[in-house]
Nanobody, 124 residues
């Protein structure tokens, strides 16, 4: 049973930082891509960042490039999203996801497993 459990969300002010964590369990993820998505109220779920577990190749949405950093810890089976210089428009529920097979790993449809999400709220 694959489980992805996010943590680290909260309420912060614009300009602050947060670090989200995703604990992955239930199988070996060495060939997977791991992604972070977010969904704001009334909006579709959108891609934020992804990393390949094997070589750590990363890709970011333009809206977060230069502010967010995705990383993984193979020993802990953890995936992280360091979010700096947060803006009110970053407010959303953030989801961790895992893709067995993928192309660029930026599409919702490429991902097979999802966490329950963690709320990030950025006040102005």
């Amino acid at each position: 049973q694959v489980q992805l459990v996010e943590s680290g969300g909260g309420l912060v002010q614009a300009g602050d930082s947060l670090r989200l964590s995703c604990a992955a369990s239930g199988r070996t993820f060495s060939t997977y891509a791991m992604g972070w998505f977010r969904q704001a109220p009334g909006k579709e779920r959108e891609f934020v960042a992804r990393i390949t577990w094997s070589i750590g190749s990363t890709y970011y949405a333009d809206s977060v490039k230069g502010r967010f950093t995705i990383s993984r810890d193979n020993a802990k089976s953890g995936v992280y999203l360091q979010m700096n210089s947060l803006k009110p428009e970053d407010t959303a529920v953030y989801y961790c996801a895992a893709a067995k097979t993928y192309s660029r790993g930026t599409s919702f449809y490429e991902y097979d497993y999802w966490g329950q999400g963690t709320q990030v709220t950025v006040s102005s």
